[in-house]
């Protein structure tokens, strides 16, 4: 009896064994077929070969989408025509957003990603979601009021309709979750998040995804956002990523080298001078309302209490500004060790006696026809739209006033192409004679130039990387950028095209 017993506990072991081992291999078998049918993916859905736009799909193994950014195209160039209003993916199928700061070609197409069906969560950092709901809400405003007077001026043909409006805006605010920086947040089972300082904005981050691979190794995939630039005022410096497998990187200055930072201030007081005392003109400076007009304000600040600078007046002529430095104000943990102290003995280091922030329209309309000497801070900075339009407009057949030019300009856009200083422009649908002087500072500028990019980058374990993916700028900056990189030793980068999907 025992020998049987014995035989029988030894039959069903061996039969247990067999079950084990043909579940492990069906096991096997049915994540190899998931691999084929999801796998790892990357899709480039928007800043391919062109700056603006950001929008890249990342698909894990198991199906689950992450959408890192959700940006809007700004330009006029037609390839991108439709670009605002379709996406490359099913929003409805969408499982998360990460935000990696909260300009409007980073975030602006989130409350028409809401529109279309999108429920799940929107990750960020607690500044980006403070400024986004500020920045969204402007950039609902102007879409509902671009479609009004399209369609005040059209005769006939369809209506055309806002890409969103506020109603949209509060409900995509109310899908954040926002998180502080250098802390691992998870967002399922298989990954998690970290957001890194990039300094770039108030609240802009790199991203990194730890995303479980198996049960002794993870995956890290990084985002770089933009990258900021290092001992500039108010921010902190960019904080470099861990060790990532892959990256997507920005672009925008490739091949470029910024002007060193102290000679910032004279630059500007030169330029001051030049214009508003020896020809008597006004100084209009294009700027986005987030980040460049803050850190200009700042630097006229420290001019004047240091008694540099003139007395004439300096108008920031944008609500959306005022609102932003307000937000500035109320994070200072976001500052770096130098405003913190400067602070100590100016508290406000966004105000002086001859500085007036305009949130009025018919005080900015005075503006268009003030005849002293004069600064004008305002949006939009690639002079695509905003109140700066107007400012132009009034001031381009004027010899004696000066455009100044402190950051990037789409080629498409009207920044772009008066950055190539031509004889006329066309604004408002009015030919104008250009006789402004048109001027660049490119120390101003909130991205790092090429060797900034590279020792961000220089961290990295080559060995492990295997492969950098950049996008966020124009095709021939890439190239240059390109070359660099692959003679800094990074093995494989490549440039993907608008809606290509590559597997990882």
Excluded at 67 to 89: S, V
Excluded at 226 to 238: E, F, H, Y
Excluded at 319 to 328: G, N, S, V
Aim: net charge neutral; hydrophobic share 35%.
């Amino acid at each position: 009896m025992l020998i049987l017993l014995n035989k029988q506990r030894e039959y069903l072991e061996n039969m247990f064994n067999l079950f084990t081992k043909i579940m492990t291999g069906l096991v096997k078998f049915v994540l190899c077929i998931c691999y084929i049918f999801y796998g790892m993916k990357l899709k480039f859905c928007g800043a391919a070969q062109t700056v603006t736009g950001s929008a890249h799909l990342l698909t894990l193994d198991n199906g689950f989408t992450i959408l890192l950014d959700c940006g809007l195209y700004q330009g006029n160039d037609k390839e991108h025509e439709n670009f605002n209003e379709t996406f490359l993916f099913d929003p409805k199928k969408l499982d998360c957003v990460i935000l990696s700061h909260a300009h409007i070609d980073h975030s602006g197409r989130l409350p028409k990603l809401i529109k279309d069906g999108f429920k799940g969560q929107i990750y960020s950092t607690h500044a980006t979601h403070d400024l986004c709901s500020i920045m969204l809400m402007d950039s609902a405003y102007i879409q509902e009021r671009d479609a009004y007077y399209e369609n005040k001026r059209k005769k006939s043909g369809p209506k055309i309709k806002a890409l969103y409006n506020i109603d949209d805006v509060q409900e995509t605010m109310q899908n954040f979750v926002s998180v502080g920086y250098n802390r691992w947040l998870k967002i399922n089972e298989e990954c998690a998040v970290l957001f890194r300082d990039a300094g770039h904005i108030l609240g802009s981050s790199n991203v990194t995804l730890k995303i479980k691979k198996d049960n002794y190794h993870d995956t890290y995939f990084g985002f770089t956002g933009d990258i900021g630039r290092p001992d500039r005022p108010i921010l902190k410096d960019p904080k470099q990523m861990p060790d990532c497998d892959y990256i997507i990187c920005e672009s925008t200055y490739g091949g470029q080298s910024h002007q060193s930072a102290p000679k910032d201030e004279q630059s500007l007081l030169d330029i001051i001078t030049h214009t508003c005392l020896n020809k008597k003109g006004k100084l209009i400076i294009p700027a986005f309302s987030i980040g460049r007009t803050q850190e200009i304000v700042h630097m006229l600040d420290k001019l004047a209490n240091n008694g540099k600078l003139p007395r004439i007046p300096v108008f920031v002529d944008s609500p959306l500004a005022i609102d932003a430095t307000e937000i500035f104000r109320v994070h200072p943990d976001c500052f770096d060790k130098k405003t913190l102290a400067y602070m100590q003995t100016d508290p406000n280091p966004f105000g002086f006696s001859n500085l007036r922030y305009v949130r009025d329209v018919e005080a900015s309309k005075k503006l268009n026809h003030y005849e002293q000497p004069c600064i004008i801070i305002s949006a939009s900075g690639m002079m695509q739209a905003g109140r700066v339009k107007h400012h132009i407009f009034n001031s381009i057949e004027n010899e004696k006033n000066t455009l100044l030019v402190v950051g990037y300009c789409s080629p498409s856009t009207l920044g772009g192409y008066l950055k190539r200083k031509p004889e006329k422009v066309k604004i408002f649908g009015e030919e104008l004679d250009v006789k402004i002087e048109i001027l660049e500072m490119h120390s101003f500028s909130a991205h790092g130039d090429q060797q900034e990019m590279i020792d961000f980058l220089n961290n990295q374990n080559r060995k492990k990387l295997k492969k950098i993916f950049l996008t966020h700028g124009e095709i021939d900056r890439q190239e240059i950028f390109k070359k660099a990189l692959l003679e800094n030793d990074f093995r494989e980068v490549h440039i993907p095209e608008l809606g290509e999907t590559v597997k990882l």
